[in-house]
C-alpha cells in the first residue's frame, strides 16, 4: 500500500522559512518522481514542486526561486525548503506520487502571518 505522510508545517512569520518532509513507503521510491503541491480552501490544488528520480528538479515560475525540493534516497523521504515565505504561501501542503494511480498524504498546514 503506498503511503505518504507529510510534516513540519507551522505557523511562521512573513520572510521566514519552514522545511517540509514527507515519509513515504509501499513503492519502490528511488524509480519514481515525486512532487509537492499546496491548496487553500475554495482553490484549486497547486503545483509547487517536482523532483524526479535522477534528481532533476523542476518549479513554477511563480516561486521564483524561493522553495528547494530535494530527496534521500535511503531514507525514502522528500523535502520541501521554503524561504522568504510570505502570506500567500499559505496553504496545506502536500506530497504526490503517481504510482499506478494519485496518490497524496494527508497534508501539513503552513501558516505565514506575524
Known amino acids: 500500500q503506498v503511503q505518504l505522510v507529510e510534516s513540519g508545517g507551522d505557523l511562521v512569520q512573513p520572510g521566514g522559512s519552514l522545511r517540509l518532509s514527507c515519509a513515504a513507503s509501499?513503492?519502490?521510491?528511488?524509480?519514481?518522481?515525486l512532487r509537492w503541491y499546496r491548496q487553500v480552501p475554495g482553490k484549486a490544488r497547486e503545483w509547487v514542486a517536482t523532483i524526479q528520480w535522477n534528481e532533476h528538479t523542476r518549479y513554477p515560475d511563480f516561486l521564483k526561486g524561493r522553495f528547494t525540493i530535494s530527496r534521500d534516497n535511503a531514507k525514502n523521504m522528500i523535502y520541501l525548503q521554503m524561504d522568504r515565505l510570505n502570506p500567500d504561501d499559505t496553504a496545506v501542503y502536500y506530497c504526490?506520487?503517481?504510482?499506478?494511480?494519485?496518490?497524496w498524504g494527508q497534508g501539513t498546514q503552513v501558516t505565514v502571518s506575524s
Open positions: 504526490h506520487v503517481f504510482y499506478s494511480k494519485d496518490t
Open positions: 509501499g513503492f519502490p521510491f528511488s524509480l519514481y518522481d
